[in-house]
């Protein structure tokens, strides 16, 4: 490269034409106009432009239009740099999930077969999983409902065909588009829902390997959890870092679910089902969710505010509404999601109705049977 070109690719990249509320470059084209015409910016005509005194800004928005802005000194990527070196499957948790399901929701504008995926928060579902063996059948890839790398460049690919990124008209690229939910990866002092789903894969490994001690499942890394993660790197092999980051998460998970298909077939007939290591609201079906309704109705034999549900392993509006007026009632956040702490919830309260260990009216916070607060 001439070093005249790179000075002034410096000089110049680091302003670049986007539409208003958007975040993406447009991808401007220029030509000459007349051995080249270009759906853009032409050579002469800009000239005459000026020459009638138009501004700069105002020959651009004579061509792209008076909804765009500059942005100056601004990082300019791609809207996600590359694959990310690990298969997305239920339980992976992640930025890198919140991209693939936001990707699928808007393909599925133009490809209606593909489910909408309503539980968007980086986490992967059974309702992802739905998502992703749909879009690998439409596009003739190996139906898993994982995403391998294939599946990754394929969805990407698509997202940004329907989008119209690299076009004049493109519908655009919003902030919530681009922004990460999570952070990629969690420590000493870091708070949250990422670290309380860390708790508790930690504290189920814990109950199976002595060697890793249990942790306060209190949504605060400290330094309890630092150190049982210290012990999970070191029992398997791990960067004993103390830090957990993709790589100690997608372990961590993996062995939670070892040890969770290890228990006998028939179990959660009789015992207490587990947290499925996913949230689970609209749209998800199976056990995770029969065993929740089932525990919900026996609750609502003590607390009648919540209503009844049919026990048929399909989440619907009646299951979430049983789960919203459980949260209520037991002070938890209403979101209508059997997150875990909503979904341990119920299963301690449950065990306790069960095995006679009935709470009085005013007992749990919220309870609007005590004549307080709802």
């Known amino acids: 490269m001439f070093e005249n ?48 005194g138009y501004t700069p800004y105002e020959i651009l928005q004579y061509y792209y239009g008076d909804d765009i802005n500059l942005n100056y000194n601004t990082p300019a990527q791609d809207i996600q740099d590359s694959y990310p070196g690990r298969v997305l499957r239920i339980g992976s948790i992640g930025n890198d999930v919140n991209f693939i399901e936001t990707w699928l929701n808007r393909i599925s504008k133009n490809y209606p077969a593909i489910p909408k995926i309503t539980e968007l928060g980086g986490v992967y579902t059974e309702q992802t999983a739905e998502a992703v063996r749909t879009f690998q059948r439409i596009f003739s890839l190996p139906q898993t409902g994982e995403v391998d790398e294939a599946t990754w460049y394929s969805i990407q690919r698509i997202y940004a065909a329907v989008k119209r990124l690299s076009d004049l008209n493109s519908e655009g690229l919003s902030p919530a588009e681009v922004t990460g939910l999570f952070p990629t990866q969690v420590g000493l002092g870091s708070t949250g829902e990422a670290v309380r789903l860390v708790q508790y894969y930690l504290n189920f490994v814990a109950y199976y390997n002595n060697r890793v001690p249990s942790v306060y499942f209190n949504g605060i890394f400290d330094e309890r959890t630092e150190a049982s993660v210290r012990a999970f790197q070191t029992e398997y092999g791990l960067p004993v870092t103390g830090i957990v980051d993709l790589g100690t998460l997608d ?75 459980y949260q209520n009632i037991f002070g938890l956040e209403p979101t209508g999601i059997a997150d875990i702490e909503t979904y341990t919830s119920i299963v301690q309260t449950y065990l306790a109705l069960r095995e006679g260990a009935q709470a009085s009216p005013g007992q749990y916070a919220g309870d609007i049977s005590a004549g307080g607060g709802s």
């Open 5 to 52: 070109i790179s000075n002034l690719v410096d000089e110049l990249f680091n302003v670049y034409i986007k539409r208003q509320g958007s975040v993406e470059p447009i991808y401007s084209l220029y030509c000459d106009g007349i051995r080249v015409q270009c759906e853009g910016m032409s050579q002469w005509g800009s000239v005459d432009l000026a020459e009638k």
């Open 251 to 325: 372990v961590l998970y993996d062995m939670y679910r070892t040890f969770r298909d290890s228990i006998p077939e028939g179990y959660f007939e009789t015992g207490p089902a587990l947290y499925p290591g996913f949230p689970v609201g609209i749209g998800e079906t199976g056990d995770e969710v029969r065993y929740l309704q089932g525990y919900l109705n026996l609750i609502s034999n003590t607390y009648t505010q919540i209503p009844k549900v049919n026990v048929d392993s399909i989440f619907g509006p009646a299951t979430e509404a049983a789960v919203l007026a």
